[in-house]
């Protein structure tokens, strides 16, 4: 059905508000030209420029990636991968380099850094392995939620997305999961990732 479509025709479904929807009922405008045809492909090319990705490490924060990484070869967008160390994602990557599940001592500041260098480091690689051509990093340093809504407001993001469960189970518990506040205060669009 849609391959047959010239460019610069509109496809409107069930668009007669007046007549009851008919199945496969399909109204074509010519549009080309037209004030309506350039809003289309204005909106349509700019609808997910810049999209801000928060990662973690966690697998949900690895389907994130992916997620965003195919909307921004779709829409010819930009990705940011943020990143923001805290004590239980370094645990994470310490533990799991020395082949443990847990690390038992608390990390340093400077293997909080590592960490989050790596991580943001894997992610890079994933953001790679999609074939996304236009990705940069940025390591931030203090609540996660503040940093990323920040580097959207900087970056003028179109897009945050987010793995809906991430590493920092103890904070979610007492203050709301990072997705939750992150959706709840953005000032772009939010996609949470299961």
């Known amino acids: ?12 479904l069930n668009a007669c508000p007046n007549r009851p929807a008919k199945q496969k009922e399909i ?22 420029k810049e999209i801000i990705v928060g990662v973690d490490g966690s697998d949900t924060s690895k389907t994130a ?11 010819d967008g ?8 805290h004590a239980e994602s370094a645990a994470f990557v310490v533990g799991a380099m020395a082949g443990y599940h847990a690390a038992t001592l608390k990390p340093t500041l400077s293997e909080i850094e590592q960490a989050g260098r790596q991580i943001l480091d894997n992610a890079s690689e994933i953001a790679a392995g999609t074939g996304c051509k236009a990705v940069k990093t940025h390591l931030a340093h203090g609540d996660a939620v503040t940093e990323i809504l920040a580097c ?3 970056t003028g993001a179109d897009l945050i997305v987010t793995g809906r469960r991430g590493l920092n189970a103890v904070s979610s518990l007492l203050l709301g999961s990072t997705t939750q506040r992150i959706n709840h205060s953005a000032k772009c669009a939010c996609l949470s990732v299961a």
């Open 1 to 12: 059905m849609l391959a047959d479509l010239r460019k610069g025709q509109l496809i409107l």
């Open 27 to 48: 109204h074509r405008r010519n549009v080309c030209g037209s004030k309506a045809s350039n809003q289309i492909k204005k909106r349509m090319n700019v609808m997910f």
């Open 65 to 75: 990636i992916g997620i965003a990484c195919d909307l921004a070869k779709h829409y």
């Open 78 to 85: 930009t990705v940011t991968l943020v990143h923001v160390p």
């Open 152 to 154: 959207a407001d900087k």
